[in-house]
């Protein structure tokens, strides 16, 4: 079983902060995707990572994948509430099918 | 990108009856997936919906429990069999392959089911 531990779990921080969350696997995932869930509604897809090393910045938001393809990270700069969010990693196994990470509850507070 | 209808989206249920949750995409996908998800936690994918063929179940997952049905590229049904408590989550209908992006995942906005 490919499993995808994530770090925090939960993440309380003030508006204007900075924070990293991580995705770590023993395994190799052909990419890696992140999304954001807000209550009430499904996933939605932020970014996919698929190259060993490979960087990608959204706005405020830089996702890094790890040379081995087993790990990444989510870094979000200077927060907003706006940010607060349930953000998942997963990996990309066969067929388009996904193994979720734990999740990370991130609350950023004005 | 694809918009993913599920209904219902909550119900409450007695224990021991079944409730089949229908999942619409308004475009021709090539992959279709339910998922389960305790508020606030992570998902499970519970099978892939295979058009014209039995359904894919992951391991801990079978088909008496959940059968799934998918008669079309736009429309799936996953119904929860004989439910008990252990049954109360949120299931997430997913969907892949559309015309014009193949590789993103889109969610539906899931259904909340809490049995008595």
């Known amino acids: 079983t490919q499993l995808l531990e994530q770090s925090p779990q939960f993440l309380s921080i003030q508006e204007g902060e900075n924070l990293t969350v991580y995705c770590n696997s023993s395994s190799v995932f052909s990419s890696l995707q992140w999304y954001r869930q807000e209550p009430g509604e499904g996933p939605v897809l932020l970014v996919t990572?698929?190259?060993?090393?490979e960087v990608k910045k959204l706005k405020r938001l830089t996702f890094q994948f790890g040379d081995a393809r087993k790990d990444s990270s989510l870094h979000i700069t200077a927060a907003q509430p706006g940010d607060t969010g349930l953000y998942l990693c997963?990996?990309?196994?066969?067929?388009?099918?996904?193994?979720f990470g734990e999740g990370t509850q991130l609350t950023v507070n004005p | 990108s694809a918009v993913i209808s599920q209904k219902p989206s909550r119900d409450i249920c007695q224990r021991g009856t079944s409730l089949t949750i229908q999942c619409q995409v308004d475009?021709?996908?090539?992959?279709m997936f339910w998922y389960r998800q305790q508020p606030g936690q992570s998902l499970t994918l519970i099978a892939t919906?295979?058009?014209?063929?039995?359904?894919?179940?992951e391991s801990g997952f079978v088909i008496d429990k959940f059968p799934i049905s998918r008669p079309n590229l736009t429309f799936s049904t996953l119904t929860v069999s004989n439910m008990s408590p252990e049954d109360s989550s949120i299931y997430l209908c997913s969907a892949a392959g559309t015309r014009f992006n193949t590789g993103e995942l889109f969610f539906g906005e899931g259904s909340r089911l809490t049995v008595l």
């Open positions: 997963a990996g990309e196994t066969s067929g388009s099918r996904l193994t």
């Open positions: 475009s021709q996908v090539t992959m």
């Open positions: 919906a295979n058009q014209g063929s039995e359904a894919t179940y």
């Open positions: 990572v698929v190259t060993g090393g």
